[in-house]
């Protein structure tokens, strides 16, 4: 299988029709064999008979549900375990991640080597001072830390080989640090690719300063080499 597609979500009923729909259209005129892998993180809303109503209609499509809220991390730790596609793509479910950007994100990863790409929202419709000036913060310390020249290690929208993600174990709000843990296990070929950050159609923002502020202690709990 050419890639799996893994999205961690949280009350995204809304967004999740359009969004499938998206990604079956591009893999399919990209010629790629795939999975998509949803991820329900304990979500109140529709969500998880929005997912059921999709894999009814697409055997790709495929969910795994939580009974409560565990967070992103831990969402992601399990679709990577299911994962079976030679490439993994990660992308959030708000429809602010393009799925046009699939097939870059898998070529190089497939094609030029890569063994992790990270995108980065060069652009934001987000543009707000809770959230940028956290985030600046945050990388900059990443980057410092880890060595690892990424402008934006917190964008969900990446690529990874298999053995990468069947590696690294994911936990806390170390999601946002994969690529250092890709690192401290070895796997140094990491690139960035300038993504579309599209504005917010369905739902509201999951995003809260208590995220950022678990992820620099988080940070701190790693040794770098």
């Known amino acids: 299988m050419d890639v799996s597609i893994v999205i961690p979500l949280y ?71 299911a994962a079976k596609g030679n490439v993994i793509i990660t992308m959030d479910a708000d429809m602010q991640d ?35 000036l956290p985030s600046k913060l945050f990388n900059a310390a990443a980057r410092r830390m880890s060595g690892i020249q990424l402008h934006d290690f917190n964008c969900g929208l990446k690529s990874y080989k298999k053995k990468v993600i069947k590696t690294v174990e ?23 690719k300038v993504v579309e950050h599209r504005a917010r159609k369905y739902g509201v923002t999951k995003f809260g300063l208590s995220r950022f502020i678990n992820g620099f202690l988080d940070l701190l709990t790693l040794s770098f080499v």
């Not at 329900?40 to 697409?58: H, K, M």
């Not at 992103?72 to 375990?81: C, I, M, P, T, Y």
Request: charged share 30%.
């Open 98 to 132: 393009s799925p046009d950007e699939i097939p870059e994100l898998h070529r190089m990863v497939a094609e030029e080597g890569y063994d992790l790409v990270s995108g980065w929202k060069k652009k934001r419709y987000d543009n707000t001072l809770t959230k940028n």
């Open 170 to 192: 994911v936990y806390g709000e170390m999601h946002r640090y994969i690529p250092v843990l890709a690192k401290l296990a070895g796997y140094k070929n990491i690139g960035e």
């Open 11 to 81: 009350n995204e009923d809304e967004s999740l029709p359009e969004l499938s729909d998206w990604i079956a259209r591009v893999v399919t005129e990209n010629k790629l064999s795939y999975e998509v892998l949803f991820v329900d993180d304990g979500s109140t809303d529709n969500s998880w008979e929005v997912i059921n109503e999709i894999a009814a209609n697409n055997p790709h499509f495929k969910g795994i549900k939580f009974q409560r809220n565990y967070g992103k991390s831990a969402a992601l730790n399990e679709a990577f375990k």
